[in-house]
């Protein structure tokens, strides 16, 4: 049986609006060849890291940023109102930003169960380093500790015609005090963390990314074209 082959495109640092272009231009023409019913033999994955920014989903509400305009100047940070599901979060330095351009036609049509694929990539990542990664139920997201919970990888996603985009926010070696800005993911009563954090030193994060990057080719038991 042939897997289906997923382009891989590392962008390092790059400015959150050029990385969503990419996105949107790669996307839009899956979703084209669909209309036109033409099969799709490629598909994409993303990894990045992005300056500072803010990014607010379409079922977020705006007064969960709690910085104003002034203060987003000083902490060099840009904010955008963005296409994807969820409600607030934070991207920066030190941060595993994944986005799969999926056309889950060619795995399976269930979203759900594509966000819990994205969420066991996170979860074997840790578990790699010694760290035990969580869901908790009805919140979206990977967590620390069930106990004091904290979140480690936040996930929203966009799909149309069962192509996805937009994806995962893995705290690897974040400025967690950027998070003191927001109320992250729209929950005022639990906070956030870092792989850094827990381990105390920070880590290669191009290694991590590699490990994530396996994880969900198995996962998703896909070929990834370099």
Not at 81 to 93: A, F, L, Q, S, V
Not at 139 to 165: C, E, H, Q, Y
Not at 182 to 205: A, R, Y
Request: some cysteine.
């Amino acid at each position: 049986m042939n897997r289906p082959k997923v382009k891989y495109h590392p962008l390092g640092n790059v400015d959150y609006k050029e990385a969503w272009d990419y996105q949107e231009s790669l996307f839009n023409t899956i979703i084209s060849r669909k209309k036109q019913g033409l099969s799709n033999e490629l598909s994409h994955l993303i990894t990045c890291e992005h300056p500072h920014v803010f990014t607010l989903g379409k079922s977020g509400k705006e007064d969960h940023l709690l910085a104003d305009e002034a203060s987003l100047n000083e902490l060099n940070a840009s904010f955008y109102r963005i296409n994807r599901g969820g409600d607030i979060t934070y991207h920066g330095p030190g941060q595993l930003v994944v986005y799969p351009i999926l056309d889950l036609d060619q795995y399976f049509t269930d979203i759900h169960r594509y966000m819990r694929f994205l969420e066991e990539a996170v979860i074997l990542t840790l578990k790699d380093y010694g760290i035990i990664g969580h869901r908790i139920d009805g919140l979206t997201g990977v967590w620390i500790d069930l106990n004091k919970p904290r979140k480690i990888a936040a996930f929203g996603v966009k799909s149309s015609r069962w192509v996805t985009m937009h994806g995962i926010g893995f705290n690897v070696n974040t400025d967690l005090t950027y998070f003191d800005q927001i109320i992250p993911c729209g929950i005022s009563d639990k906070q956030v963390t870092s792989m850094k954090q827990e381990l105390g030193h920070p880590l290669d994060l191009k290694e991590v990314t590699e490990r994530l990057v396996n994880h969900l080719q198995i996962l998703f038991e896909f070929e990834l074209i370099p």
